[in-house]
């Protein structure tokens, strides 16, 4: 079924009403009487109805007027609404953001990163794409993120990397094991040892890319464990040790429940970077967000409580 109505007629039919009579509506609607006259009687012979009844100059609104103009409010706020929300996307002031992190599926950085975000950019919606935390740089190749926090750099030409921090990775392990008095464990090392690590496939982590796998070292066994609280209490209990953060398990290591031993005598760091894709025009509030994780860093974040990351591995 065709539609006859335009907004303009709605617009029309609204401003008649409220004004009571053609010639105050025409003056509001900077036309000629005659030409609002014609336009209405053009609405009446579309719709095959009577929008008003004429008494002397007043406009009165018959039944069919009256359902019209209970349409007209909505369906003009909408449009003003659609109007205003198209204009702040063009000045890229409204939108989703849409961010996942490598590992880390507890955001407890977040909070100090929305509060000045939300106050220079309210109309944009933060989401968390939880599922997206394993393979981030995929999900943003595939336009299922918009930022990924990630250590991985990845060469691709459509990726551009915003540097945020740096951690370091260490070995954990319980006070009595008989690494704990060294200053810092090499690959050979893990060779007699029961790992722990996060249920991720082995050859995405860390400590096996660099350190086991370089070196041609397995450990002696693998457990596949998915809390890292369940991870933490079984080393403290000397049941194998484990790869973290330093900073994601500092409050035990400051409590001597933990000890913490380097990863070769260089030490294991990461980079941790914003992955976004290269446009020409990056909306500015992808950029925003960025600027303010690199000034909000993970690392830097008091009082992190080590029980509620999800994964403190990688």
Same mark, same amino acid.
């Given at each position: 079924?065709?539609?006859?109505?335009?907004?303009?007629?709605?617009?029309?039919?609204?401003?008649?009403?409220?004004?009571?009579?053609?010639?105050?509506?025409?003056?509001?609607?900077?036309?000629?009487?005659?030409?609002?006259?014609?336009?209405?009687?053009?609405?009446?012979?579309?719709?095959?109805?009577?929008?008003?009844?004429?008494?002397?100059?007043?406009?009165?609104?018959?039944?069919?007027?009256?359902?019209?103009?209970?349409?007209?409010?909505?369906?003009?706020?909408?449009?003003?609404?659609?109007?205003?929300?198209?204009?702040?996307?063009?000045?890229?002031?409204?939108?989703?953001?849409?961010?996942?992190?490598?590992?880390?599926?507890?955001?407890?950085?977040?909070?100090?990163?929305?509060?000045?975000?939300?106050?220079?950019?309210?109309?944009?919606?933060?989401?968390?794409?939880?599922?997206? *935390?394993?393979?981030?740089?995929?999900?943003?190749?595939?336009?299922?993120?918009?930022?990924?926090?990630?250590?991985?750099? *990845?060469?691709?030409?459509?990726? *551009?990397?915003?540097?945020?921090?740096?951690?370091?990775?260490?070995?954990?392990?319980?006070?009595?094991?008989?690494?704990?008095?060294?200053?810092?464990?090499?690959?050979?090392?893990?060779?007699?040892?029961?790992?722990?690590?996060?249920?991720?496939?082995?050859?995405?982590?860390?400590?096996?890319?660099?350190?086991?796998?370089?070196?041609?070292?397995?450990?002696?066994?693998?457990?596949?464990?998915?809390?890292?609280?369940?991870?933490?209490?079984?080393?403290?209990?000397?049941?194998?040790?484990?790869?973290?953060?330093?900073?994601?398990?500092?409050?035990?290591?400051?409590?001597?429940?933990?000890?913490?031993?380097?990863?070769?005598?260089?030490?294991?760091?990461?980079?941790?970077?914003?992955?976004?894709?290269?446009?020409?025009?990056?909306?500015?509030?992808?950029?925003?967000?960025?600027?303010?994780?690199?000034?909000?860093?993970?690392?830097?974040?008091?009082?992190?409580?080590?029980?509620?990351?999800?994964?403190?591995?990688?």
């Amino acid at each position: 079924m065709a539609l006859h109505l335009e907004v303009r007629h709605l617009k029309l039919v609204e401003t008649v009403a409220k004004e009571g009579g053609l010639t105050k509506a025409a003056n509001r609607l900077h036309v000629t009487q005659s030409a609002l006259s014609h336009q209405l009687r053009d609405i009446e012979d579309k719709l095959g109805a009577q929008l008003f009844l004429r008494l002397n100059r007043k406009m009165l609104l018959t039944q069919a007027g009256e359902r019209l103009l209970s349409s007209a409010p909505a369906v003009l706020d909408e449009l003003r609404r659609a109007e205003e929300d198209i204009r702040q996307i063009a000045l890229h002031r409204e939108g989703i953001l849409r961010i996942s992190t490598e590992c880390y599926t507890c955001y407890h950085w977040l909070p100090p990163v929305l509060k000045p975000f939300n106050r220079e950019f309210p109309r944009v919606e933060v989401r968390i794409v939880a599922e997206a *935390t394993r393979r981030p740089i995929e999900a943003l190749l595939d336009g299922r993120l918009d930022l990924a926090i990630t250590s991985a750099v *990845t060469r691709n030409q459509k990726l *551009t990397f915003k540097p945020l921090f740096k951690d370091e990775l260490v070995a954990i392990m319980s006070p009595g094991h008989p690494l704990a008095p060294r200053a810092h464990v090499n690959a050979k090392d893990f060779a007699s040892e029961h790992l722990l690590v996060y249920a991720l496939p082995k050859e995405d982590l860390t400590i096996y890319q660099k350190v086991l796998v370089p070196a041609g070292v397995s450990p002696k066994h693998v457990s596949r464990v998915e809390l890292t609280e369940a991870i933490i209490e079984m080393v403290k209990a000397g049941l194998g040790i484990g790869v973290m953060a330093r900073w994601a398990v500092a409050p035990q290591i400051e409590a001597g429940t933990l000890r913490a031993l380097t990863l070769t005598s260089k030490g294991l760091h990461r980079q941790w970077s914003a992955a976004m894709i290269k446009h020409r025009a990056t909306p500015p509030y992808l950029l925003r967000f960025a600027e303010l994780l690199a000034k909000n860093p993970i690392t830097a974040i008091k009082n992190v409580n080590p029980l509620r990351i999800t994964s403190g591995f990688a």
